[in-house]
């Protein structure tokens, strides 16, 4: 059984135009999610998987479904090696 990866509780949040900054005040660090970033992990507690928020980019973007999907992984992985989301 996959334990589920959800969005790190505690964070503040706040939208600077197209990105959105996170202050992480357990670690005293600050985010900045460019656009891409920020769609993923504003759609990550409803879509928390990867191939299906790739789908939903590359709808937005009008682009390849399989391009977004490394990028995504891409982006998923860091989040998860900043403990911005966890398991």
């Known amino acids: 059984m996959t334990i ?3 969005r790190r509780d505690g964070l503040i949040l706040q939208k600077v135009q ?3 900054l996170l202050l992480d005040t357990e670690f ?3 985010h900045q999610l460019n656009e891409t970033a920020s769609f993923i992990w504003e ?3 409803q879509v ?3 191939v299906e928020i790739s789908r939903l980019l590359a ?3 009008d682009v ?3 391009v977004v999907l490394n990028d995504v992984s891409a982006i998923v992985g860091r989040l ?3 403990n911005l989301l966890v398991r």
Do not use: A, M, R, S
Request: proline share 12%; charged share 35%.
């Open 64 to 66: 390849e479904e399989q």
């Open 80 to 82: 998860q090696e900043l």
């Open 4 to 6: 589920p990866v959800k």
């Open 18 to 20: 197209q990105d959105l």
């Open 28 to 30: 005293n660090q600050i």
């Open 48 to 50: 928390p998987d990867p």
């Open 43 to 45: 759609n990550w507690e």
């Open 59 to 61: 709808q937005k973007f």
